[in-house]
């Protein structure tokens, strides 16, 4: 059973760097075929995904966030991260790591943390 779990601040300020981390038990991130990618849930709308690194550390991100988010891993403690750089009050949201199937299917998340942006 793999399991995910989030970590990082709640609070972030505006033009701050919103910083998460996800660590994966229960299985490999560098195994194929999978990516892993981030997720996140503004109050009031829809899911928004924002980016993934695959198995092999290729990196996926939406057009629309491209440039303010960054991904990496560290295959040594089987974790990955996300950096939301210039965030704003509308960056307020939950946020979400999970498993995606490769090309764009999800089959395991984390419970998910909120970040709030605010001064």
């Known amino acids: 059973q793999v399991q995910l779990q989030e970590s990082g601040p709640g609070l972030v300020k505006p033009s701050q760097t919103l910083s998460l981390t996800c660590a994966v038990s229960g299985g490999s991130i560098t195994t194929s075929y999978y990516a892993w990618s981030w997720i996140r849930q503004s109050p009031g709308k829809g899911l928004e995904w924002m980016g993934a690194i695959a198995y092999e550390g290729s990196n996926y991100h939406s057009p629309s966030l491209k440039s303010r988010t960054s991904i990496s891993r560290d295959t040594s403690k089987n974790q990955f991260s996300l950096q939301l750089s210039s965030v704003t009050p509308e960056d307020t949201a939950v946020y979400y790591c999970?498993?995606?199937?490769?090309?764009?299917?999800?089959?395991?998340w984390g419970k998910g943390t909120l970040v709030t942006v605010s001064s």
């Open positions: 999970a498993r995606m199937v490769l090309p764009a299917s999800m089959d395991y």
